[in-house]
């Protein structure tokens, strides 16, 4: 938090209105006429105002520019997850509370009411990732001009208090949807990236080359705002540090300009860390950039007729057989990123109970790779299926607009298709129905409920040096006297409400329907939302239990995915030695609340009785996938006996209803 500036108490209409207060702004700044205009009326008419936009349109150049330009009192305050009420309005100076009382002067003054006495401007960055607990003690300020602070009293705003906010779209990595009521207490501007000869503009400002090189990055950044395995895509400053790379490695190489290679090279550690790349993509960011790199340069030398210098590299020729700009196949390039959880770890079968089968590791993944050699026909599928000639009328080829169109009208019946089609003995099939069946069942996952907030809260913490001290804890637990040691401190910090969480999968033959795609949906749904606030593992079973994602790992949901594609149903039902393997894994978490979720029809063919094995089950939820009413009635007598709750799901819209209920 800092003070920019001091000004006078009365701010009114005519200092942001001022025709060349507008002219000033939009010289200083690139493609943000409309929203100069916008901000300046808002503020002029007393409004609070948020300013909605992706990373790197300008939301906070625009607000210091108008700040700067008008001589506004300016505090700035650091949105994150660790900002607390006491952080954001001011605290009692523990020192002097126990040497004077709680007097005036032991009061620091937090952000908030510096800027409600000075009549200044608060802004607040990254709203939305800020704990809807610390936001709520803005509304009475917003709404009332007025907030009473416990021991200090009333504080009333002085004229001139505006509160200006920036967020990200709600949907961004770490980011929450802001309570309505905060949204309804301010104006919003929503704020979007330039067009493309705006971000030249800004990129040719910032670095100083205004080429085809800087070009050629403003487009490849924009590129990856609409790839469809990017969610994120980089902003104009993933632009800006590309040009400044390429030129500073070809210095350092020699180059009159950037090589081929060299502005590879810079594309890679520019970007490739500003981009989010969807889960359901197998492929890793340095391999989709280098994909859009190769667009990039042929569509640009395609349109501008350029025959560009840096095409070919020096002592590099294009026809040289030795060379590769693909990972896989130039050992040169051994520095490329690899796909996170290709393998869960070294550990072989696991024994648990009498003779009971855990395969953990090593032997989970050959047990894996024995399943994937089970493969079937063209033949087959198209005996079975009869869109299957529609979807891949030839070998080695799928219609993915066409599987999109037959999973919309009839979502059972497709997606059990795309799985069988996942195992097609055509391997190329096979990649390309795995690629797609992994974005869809990622896609359904997404959807349903929002995202909600208040997951973390205040909890007091003894005998800990982390976080805010409790003042007044402290003093009611040494009767008020000064604390002898760090041991009588309290404090006060944010603490997550995580769990672990085990995913049971029953992929057994007695399984009817389509078993596969329910254990890949509720996969992809469990690793997608789930891992916000829960430590997670996967396992399925049958006679015996594979655990494909093991507690506390980091394997990928594509992989996770992709190992279930290969597990189709066969074998008995063995649930307790089920809920053996989820007890192993649930005891390598260290939080306190853990649950089990049964996604199955409940019906044991094999082993001890399941009523008998949750002993060591704390909590259990059944997700039952049959009809039958006896398949049911066992299903509930689980989920009361394990305290948790009971929900049938036969078909996957209603599995992915009931997951999410569940994880959210």
Partial sequence: MRVLAKRSKNVLSSQFLHPNLVKELREQTVGLEREIELLCVTLATGRHVLLEGPPGTGKSTLLRLLAQATGTAFVFVEGNAEL???????????????????????????????????????YIEELNR????????????????????????????????????AMNPFDAVGTSRISQAVYDRMCRIAIGYQDFSGECAIVD???????????????????TRSHRDIVTGSSVRGAIDLTHLAFGLAKLRGESVPSRTSLLDATLVAVSGRIRVDDSAQRTPEEILTELFEEVLSRHFQNTDSEGTYLEDPGKPADDPDFSATPEDDPRRSNWGKENGQRIGDATTGLSGQGKRILEGRSAEAAISQAARRTVSRKYLARRFSEFSSLSPRVGTLDEDAAVTMIKNDSTRGIELLCEMANATDRMLAKAARS??????????????DRCRGLHRIDRDHHSLTGDLDLEGTLET????????????????WHASRKALCLLLDRSGSMEGNPLALACLATAATLTAGRSRADVAVITFSSEAIVVVPMGSNYSVQSAVNSLLSLRGSGTTDISNAFAAAELQLSRSPCKTKEVVLISDCVATAGNSPLDSLRGIELLHVINTSYDEDAQNMGKL???????????????????????????
């Fill in 436 to 449: 797609l069946a992994t974005r869809i069942f990622v896609d359904m996952s997404r959807s349903g409920h």
């Fill in 478 to 493: 040494t009767g008020g006297l000064r604390p002898k040691s760090s041991e009588d401190l309290l404090t006060l910090s």
């Fill in 130 to 165: 800020v704990p809807e607990e610390c936001l709520n003690t803005l509304v009475t300020a917003l709404a009332e001009g007025e907030i009473y602070v416990p021991r200090v009293g009333r504080i009333e705003a002085a004229d001139g208090f505006r509160m200006v906010a």
């Fill in 84 to 122: 607390t009420p006491a952080r954001l309005i001011g605290y009692h100076d523990p020192a002097m509370v126990l040497e004077v009382g709680y007097k005036p002067e032991a009061f620091v003054e937090g952000p908030l009411v510096i800027a409600m006495q000075q009549g200044a401007l608060l």
């Fill in 205 to 223: 400002r910032l670095t100083g080359h205004s080429d085809e090189i800087s070009e050629i990055a403003v487009e490849l950044v924009r590129a």
């Fill in 638 to 664: 689980l989920a009361k006996r394990g305290k948790g709750n009971f929900q049938v799901a036969t078909d996957l819209s209603k599995l992915a209803t009931s997951l999410q209920s569940i994880l959210l």
